[in-house]
């Protein structure tokens, strides 16, 4: 069973400029969510997407935004990139229910670096 | 708001001995888990404990979970090298996908 996968791997870009980046969940998964990870503020929680409807979002500036396409892959997008944007983006899938006792599978991750 | 700690930050031990990790949470919580990341990679999980008086052991890995007290543990028993990596623990909003990290536990076994 494939597991969680995420595109690009490693992405450099410039301040200013906007990035998206992929995640395509476990077959069956129908829900998503994305998270930032840096080392001084850790695991942040960014979205949760289940059936094409953002349902959770993080505290985050407007210039991070997300969707989620009817096959449950999902995308999220930064735009007027930061130098502190730079981090680790995770994107995460379940088998979210009433009654899901699942855990979520994370993905390899996207490095972002924003020079 | 739903705030996890965790600690210690840090934990250097020798193979062999057993040591527990804590996790604190702030509010009623449907679940929690506990996942490892190694350096440079992502998250694997371990557990996903859903109710209070809850134990699941894997390996040399033991967690527990006392809703009571908004407290869970994971106890490393006879460390091995193999075990080096950070540890988070995590709580779900109800009925959500929304996790809540704690700070993470570094830790590193040696000889």
């Known amino acids: 069973k494939a597991g969680v996968t995420q595109t690009p791997r490693y992405l450099i870009k410039t301040r200013g400029q906007q990035v998206t980046l992929s995640c395509s969940p476990i077959s069956g998964h129908r829900s998503v969510s994305w998270y930032q990870q840096t080392p001084g503020q850790g695991l942040q929680f960014l979205f949760e997407y289940f059936s094409e409807t953002q349902r959770n979002k993080g505290n985050f500036p407007g210039r991070f935004s997300g969707r989620q396409f009817s096959n449950s892959r999902s995308e999220m997008n930064v735009s007027t990139l930061e130098l502190g944007d730079s981090a680790l983006y995770l994107c995460?899938?379940?088998?979210?229910?009433?009654?899901?006792?699942?855990?979520?599978?994370f993905g390899p991750g996207t490095r972002l670096t924003v020079l | 708001e739903l705030k996890v700690e965790q600690n210690p930050l840090f934990l250097s031990m020798q193979e062999g001995k057993n040591y527990t990790i804590y996790c604190n949470y702030s509010?009623?919580?449907?679940?929690l888990y506990w996942y490892r990341q190694d350096p440079g990679k992502s998250l694997e999980s371990l557990f996903v404990?859903?109710?209070?008086?809850a134990v699941k052991q894997e390996g040399r890995l033991m967690a527990s979970l006392d809703t009571k007290a908004r407290l869970s543990t994971l106890h490393i028993t006879a460390a091995v090298h193999d075990l080096s990596a950070t540890y988070f623990c995590?709580?779900?909003?109800?009925?959500?996908?929304?996790?809540?990290f704690g700070t993470g536990t570094r830790l590193q076994v040696f000889p």
């Open positions: 404990l859903l109710s209070n008086g």
């Open positions: 509010t009623t919580s449907d679940r």
């Open positions: 995460a899938s379940s088998r979210r229910g009433p009654s899901s006792t699942d855990t979520q599978y």
């Open positions: 995590a709580v779900d909003m109800w009925q959500t996908d929304k996790l809540i």
